[in-house]
């Protein structure tokens, strides 16, 4: 069983990666668990790069960087070339499949290959691709429990953004093991 989660989410800015790092930081915080979360983008912001790191842990933290990662969520093919060969042997690899044509070059990982720009716009919230992906990295890892990553969906869409909750937490459930 992993007790500490060492993350790296990458896309293009604008993909919502940042959000789905920040939720993971959120629920782990939820669930009293020790968190760090760093985002790092390019100048460009929206369609340019931006990824961020995400350890989620058991045990204190000793540093927020990480050298190597035990899951990786690609939703660009740049993200996916750029990262994969970070993922420790056996550890998760999940891709935006609406997006990421190729198909990853390494065969000691466990590959989970999701159609989240679809899944999304299936329930008429193309926005919402990086919360069906998120959706998708709980319900395989079972790192975090979906209640506390929909208790932090409820931080993140309040005040202007309160309408678009409903729609967010539909996402996190539309991927079906």
Known sequence: MITTWKTIVAGFGGQGVLTIGRMLAYAGMIEDKEVTFIPSYGAEMRGG?????????????????INSANLVVA?????????????????????????IKTEPTRNDLQIFPIPANEQASELGAPRSANI??????????????????????????????????????????????
């Open 49 to 65: 790069t931006a990824n961020c790191t995400t350890i989620v842990s058991d045990h204190p933290i000793s540093s927020p960087v």
């Open 75 to 99: 939703m660009n093919l740049q993200s996916l070339v750029k990262f994969e060969a970070m993922i420790d042997t056996g550890m998760y690899l999940f891709y935006n499949s609406s997006v």
């Open 132 to 177: 069906v992906m998120l959706g998708a990295v709980i319900r395989r890892t079972n790192m975090l429990q979906l209640d506390s990553v929909e208790s932090a969906l409820s931080k993140e869409f309040y005040g202007s953004k309160a309408s678009l909750l409903s729609k967010n937490i539909e996402a996190l459930y539309a991927f079906e093991q």
